[in-house]
Nanobody, 124 residues
């Protein structure tokens, strides 16, 4: 089992920045990748970004690739999502997830463990 805990959400004005963090604990030796997803009210959960635990590859939703950056600190079993130039359409609950096997990092069904989510609200 892997426990996943997100932190860092909040309220920010349009154009502002936030940093989300995601700490994994438990059986972390088998982590293949960690990802961020988000779900806005009335919408389906969507992929935002992911990173292989090796750090060799990162993946982004097209609309955030020039504004968001995902990184990881293996020593702390923590992944970060730096979000810049935030827009109201970025408002959502952001979820961190862990996948323990090779697969597409874009698909939420590939992920084995999920955090409880952290709210990000961007005001106009």
């Amino acid at each position: 089992q892997v426990q996943v805990v997100e932190a860092g959400g909040g309220l920010v004005q349009a154009g502002g920045s936030l940093r989300l963090s995601c700490a994994a604990s438990g059986h972390t030796y088998g982590i293949y990748a960690m990802g961020w997803f988000r779900q806005a009210p009335g919408k389906e959960r969507e992929f935002v970004a992911a990173i292989l635990w090796s750090g060799l590859s990162t993946y982004y939703k097209d609309s955030v690739s020039d504004r968001f950056a995902i990184s990881r600190d293996n020593a702390k079993n923590t992944v970060y999502l730096d979000m810049n130039s935030l827009q109201p359409e970025d408002t959502a609950v952001y979820y961190c997830a862990v996948v323990s096997h090779a697969g597409s990092p874009y698909r939420d069904r590939e992920y084995d463990y999920w955090g409880q989510g952290t709210q990000v609200t961007v005001s106009s």
